[in-house]
Nanobody
Framework: QVQLVESGGGLVQAGGSLRLSCAAS????????MGWFRQAPGKEREFVAA????????YYADSVKGRFTISRDNNKNTVYLQMNSLKPEDTAVYYC?????????????????WGQGTQVTVSS
Protein backbone atom coordinates (compact mmCIF):
# COMPACT_ATOMS: atom_id res chain seq x y z
CA GLN A 1 0.00 0.00 0.00
CA VAL A 2 1.16 3.50 -0.86
CA GLN A 3 -0.51 6.71 0.23
CA LEU A 4 0.24 9.85 -1.74
CA VAL A 5 -0.22 13.47 -0.70
CA GLU A 6 0.38 16.32 -3.15
CA SER A 7 1.26 19.88 -2.24
CA GLY A 8 2.66 23.01 -3.83
CA GLY A 9 -0.22 24.06 -6.03
CA GLY A 10 -1.46 27.61 -6.20
CA LEU A 11 -2.12 30.65 -8.33
CA VAL A 12 0.66 31.92 -10.58
CA GLN A 13 0.91 34.32 -13.50
CA ALA A 14 1.68 33.08 -16.98
CA GLY A 15 5.41 32.61 -17.40
CA GLY A 16 5.89 31.81 -13.73
CA SER A 17 6.97 28.64 -11.99
CA LEU A 18 5.68 26.21 -9.39
CA ARG A 19 7.09 23.07 -7.85
CA LEU A 20 4.67 20.36 -6.89
CA SER A 21 5.60 17.74 -4.32
CA CYS A 22 4.11 14.34 -3.71
CA ALA A 23 4.95 12.69 -0.40
CA ALA A 24 4.53 8.93 -0.26
CA SER A 25 4.11 6.62 2.67
CA UNK A 26 5.52 3.12 2.76
CA UNK A 27 8.94 1.60 2.92
CA UNK A 28 9.03 0.48 -0.71
CA UNK A 29 8.60 3.86 -2.38
CA UNK A 30 11.87 3.42 -4.25
CA UNK A 31 10.42 0.44 -6.13
CA UNK A 32 7.45 2.38 -7.53
CA UNK A 33 7.23 4.13 -10.85
CA MET A 34 5.78 7.58 -10.32
CA GLY A 35 3.64 9.73 -12.56
CA TRP A 36 1.93 13.10 -12.67
CA PHE A 37 -1.43 13.59 -14.33
CA ARG A 38 -3.75 16.57 -14.57
CA GLN A 39 -7.42 17.21 -15.11
CA ALA A 40 -8.85 20.50 -16.28
CA PRO A 41 -12.52 21.37 -15.81
CA GLY A 42 -14.69 19.52 -18.28
CA LYS A 43 -11.78 17.49 -19.61
CA GLU A 44 -10.47 14.00 -19.08
CA ARG A 45 -7.49 13.31 -16.87
CA GLU A 46 -4.31 13.34 -18.93
CA PHE A 47 -0.74 12.21 -18.60
CA VAL A 48 1.86 14.86 -17.78
CA ALA A 49 5.11 13.15 -16.77
CA ALA A 50 6.47 9.90 -15.38
CA UNK A 51 9.66 8.59 -13.84
CA UNK A 52 10.91 5.04 -13.60
CA UNK A 53 11.43 3.48 -10.18
CA UNK A 54 15.13 3.27 -10.95
CA UNK A 55 15.25 6.94 -11.86
CA UNK A 56 16.75 5.95 -15.16
CA UNK A 57 13.98 7.13 -17.44
CA UNK A 58 11.65 10.10 -17.65
CA TYR A 59 8.69 10.62 -19.93
CA TYR A 60 6.72 13.75 -20.75
CA ALA A 61 3.61 14.77 -22.61
CA ASP A 62 4.46 16.83 -25.67
CA SER A 63 2.58 19.78 -24.22
CA VAL A 64 4.96 20.08 -21.25
CA LYS A 65 8.23 18.83 -22.70
CA GLY A 66 11.01 21.33 -22.12
CA ARG A 67 9.02 23.19 -19.45
CA PHE A 68 8.31 20.57 -16.78
CA THR A 69 10.77 18.30 -14.98
CA ILE A 70 9.92 15.27 -12.89
CA SER A 71 12.34 14.05 -10.24
CA ARG A 72 12.38 11.97 -7.08
CA ASP A 73 14.18 11.83 -3.77
CA ASN A 74 13.91 8.30 -2.42
CA ASN A 75 15.44 9.35 0.90
CA LYS A 76 12.48 11.65 1.41
CA ASN A 77 9.89 9.39 -0.25
CA THR A 78 8.96 12.33 -2.45
CA VAL A 79 8.47 12.97 -6.15
CA TYR A 80 8.53 16.47 -7.59
CA LEU A 81 7.20 18.23 -10.64
CA GLN A 82 9.04 21.44 -11.44
CA MET A 83 6.86 23.53 -13.73
CA ASN A 84 8.40 26.49 -15.56
CA SER A 85 7.07 28.86 -18.21
CA LEU A 86 3.54 28.11 -17.10
CA LYS A 87 0.67 28.83 -19.46
CA PRO A 88 -3.04 29.37 -18.76
CA GLU A 89 -3.72 26.01 -20.44
CA ASP A 90 -1.70 24.33 -17.67
CA THR A 91 -4.51 25.19 -15.26
CA ALA A 92 -5.80 21.94 -13.76
CA VAL A 93 -5.87 19.73 -10.72
CA TYR A 94 -2.59 17.84 -10.67
CA TYR A 95 -2.42 14.30 -9.34
CA CYS A 96 0.53 12.09 -8.56
CA UNK A 97 0.24 8.35 -8.96
CA UNK A 98 2.29 5.22 -8.38
CA UNK A 99 2.56 1.75 -9.83
CA UNK A 100 4.91 -1.21 -9.83
CA UNK A 101 6.33 -2.34 -13.12
CA UNK A 102 9.39 -2.49 -15.28
CA UNK A 103 9.01 1.06 -16.54
CA UNK A 104 6.72 3.98 -15.79
CA UNK A 105 3.53 4.09 -17.80
CA UNK A 106 1.56 6.85 -19.47
CA UNK A 107 -1.86 5.33 -19.05
CA UNK A 108 -4.19 6.14 -16.22
CA UNK A 109 -5.20 2.51 -15.87
CA UNK A 110 -1.61 1.47 -15.26
CA UNK A 111 -1.47 3.27 -11.93
CA UNK A 112 -2.65 1.68 -8.71
CA UNK A 113 -2.34 4.51 -6.20
CA TRP A 114 -3.42 8.13 -6.50
CA GLY A 115 -3.19 11.27 -4.44
CA GLN A 116 -6.06 13.64 -3.79
CA GLY A 117 -4.76 16.30 -6.17
CA THR A 118 -3.56 19.87 -5.89
CA GLN A 119 -4.98 22.83 -7.82
CA VAL A 120 -2.75 24.80 -10.18
CA THR A 121 -4.18 27.99 -11.66
CA VAL A 122 -2.25 30.04 -14.20
CA SER A 123 -3.58 33.50 -14.91
CA SER A 124 -3.01 35.31 -18.19
Amino acid sequence: QVQLVESGGGLVQAGGSLRLSCAASGRTFSRYNMGWFRQAPGKEREFVAALNWSGGGTYYADSVKGRFTISRDNNKNTVYLQMNSLKPEDTAVYYCAAHRGVVAGRGINEYDYWGQGTQVTVSS
